[in-house]
T-cell receptor
Framework: NAGVTQTPKFQVLKTGQSMTLQCAQD?????MYWYRQDPGMGLRLIYY???????DKGEVPNGYNVSRLNKREFSLRLESAAPSQTSVYFC???????????FGSGTRLTVV | KQEVTQIPAALSVPEGENLVLNCSFT??????LQWFRQDPGKGLTSLLL?????REQTSGRLNASLDKSSGRSTLYIAASQPGDSATYLC???????????FGTGTRLTIIP
């Protein structure tokens, strides 16, 4: 039972480059989320998807786009990376009935 | 807007002691509350999930309680061990809204 799988685990980008962070869950959860974690700021919600085919903005969506490819996969794209996007990114999914969240192991992204 | 506060921000105790971590939230209309631990450089591991209709949950040496009316939850750790050293986060989900609101975290250090 893999839970929530994120790739890659580490990435270094140059300012202006683009990349996509991948996330997949195997728990048949309806809802999926992308968070970023920064020192002193805690975890902040970037985007979420309550069900396949829907996405909504969270607290800090600027500079990001998402795609809910199917029920299992939810990707986060940085079109033109900026140093302010240096962070640790976590994907999560939740069981709508029970509400419990499961998190991936994170992607540590550095933009230089 | 829901605000979640955890006290203390940091705690150091000798191995073997019992300890209590506190979590308070401003909006009592929650769907559930979840406790996580995060080891340095790692993802979030779910410890306990308390549904809004429940008063407490137990797993091994951990016991979490929930008092919605007062907007408080506590995480009790019995017979602490060095392996318990981590940051502990509580998070709430508001009724009808699945987005998590995280607390500020308590960094726990167990001294051998």
């Amino acid at each position: 039972n893999a839970g929530v799988t994120q790739t890659p685990k580490f990435q270094v980008l140059k300012t202006g480059q683009s990349m996509t962070l991948q996330c997949a869950q195997d728990m048949n959860h309806n809802s999926m989320y992308w968070y970023r974690q920064d020192p002193g700021m805690g975890l902040r919600l970037i985007y979420y998807s309550a069900s396949e085919g829907t996405t909504d903005k969270g607290e800090v969506p600027n500079g990001y786009n998402v795609s809910r490819l199917n029920k299992r996969e939810f990707s986060l794209r940085l079109e033109s990376a900026a140093p302010s996007q240096t962070s640790v990114y976590f994907c999560a999914s939740s069981d709508r009935d029970r509400g419990g969240y499961t998190f991936g192991s994170g992607t540590r992204l550095t933009v230089v | 807007k829901q605000e979640v506060t955890q006290i203390p921000a940091a705690l150091s105790v000798p191995e073997g002691e019992n300890l209590v971590l506190n979590c308070s939230f401003t909006d009592s209309a929650i769907y559930n509350l979840q406790w996580f631990r995060q080891d340095p450089g790692k993802g979030l591991t779910s410890l306990l999930l308390i549904q809004s209709s429940q008063r407490e949950q137990t797993s091994g040496r951990l016991n979490a309680s929930l008092d919605k009316s007062s907007g408080r939850s506590t995480l009790y750790i019995a017979a602490s061990q060095p392996g318990d050293s981590a940051t502990y986060l509580c998070a709430v989900v508001r009724g009808g809204n699945e987005k998590l609101t995280f607390g500020t975290g308590t960094r726990l250090t167990i001294i051998p």
